[in-house]
Every structure is written in structure tokens, then in C-alpha cells.
């Protein structure tokens, strides 16, 4: 069993920035792929962005292509989400998950393990 916990979010002015990190324990999750996901209220959760096992391929979603970088630190294991240039349209709560599979899969929510999730909040 994995248990994710998320931490990092809070409240920004838009072009602000935050880092987003999910600690993961219960066992190894080395050779997982790591994905963010974003839910805002009312709305479906979305992919946002995925880094495979070893850190070298990343996938993003086109909302935050640019602004946003994830990454891992598998001595650590945790996972990473930088995010930059932030507007009020990122507002969620933002996921973090685990996946046996590919970043492509993780990219259709097809994930093993999720956090609770932790607030962020861009204002205008």
C-alpha cells in the first residue's frame, strides 16, 4: 500500500508562484510513474502533469505547458510540482497520484494511488 500526502498549496496573486510537494510512503514508489491532477469546484478532475519512473519523460497538459514543471527525487521519494506564472483559472485542489502504468495512461486517470489533495488558490 502507498499512501500520498500532499503539501505546498495555499493562496497566490496571478503571475505568483508555488511548489507543490507529495511525500509518498507505505512502500517504494521508485518505479511508479507520478502524476498532479487539478480539480476545481463543480468541475471533473484533469491531468495536469506526469513524470515517468526514472525523471526523464514528463508529459504535461496544454494549460500548463510552460508554466508549470514536475519532478522527483526517488532518494527522497517525492514528487514535485513547480508552477509558475499562475492565473486565477489553476485554482483547484490539486492530486497527486501513483501509477504502475505509463505517463500516457496517468494522463487518463489511470492511476493506482491518490492523495487527499491540498488547496490552491490564484486570485486576480
Known amino acids: 500500500q502507498v499512501q500520498l500526502v500532499e503539501s505546498g498549496g495555499g493562496l497566490v496573486q496571478a503571475g505568483g508562484s508555488l511548489r507543490l510537494s507529495c511525500a509518498a510512503s507505505?512502500?517504494?514508489?521508485?518505479?511508479?510513474?507520478m502524476g498532479w491532477f487539478r480539480q476545481a469546484p463543480g468541475k471533473e478532475r484533469k491531468f495536469v502533469a506526469a513524470?515517468?519512473?526514472?525523471?526523464?519523460?514528463?508529459i504535461y497538459s496544454d494549460s500548463v505547458k510552460g508554466r508549470f514543471t514536475i519532478s522527483r527525487d526517488n532518494a527522497k521519494n517525492t514528487v514535485y510540482l513547480q508552477m509558475d506564472s499562475l492565473k486565477p483559472e489553476d485554482t483547484a485542489v490539486y492530486y497527486c497520484?501513483?501509477?504502475?502504468?505509463?505517463?500516457?495512461?496517468?494522463?487518463?486517470?489511470?492511476?493506482?494511488?491518490w492523495g487527499q489533495g491540498t488547496q490552491v488558490t490564484v486570485s486576480s
Open positions: 513524470v515517468s519512473w526514472s525523471g526523464l519523460s514528463t
Open positions: 507505505g512502500r517504494t514508489v521508485n518505479n511508479y510513474a
Open positions: 497520484a501513483a501509477g504502475r502504468g505509463t505517463i500516457a495512461s496517468m494522463s487518463r486517470l489511470s492511476c493506482d494511488y
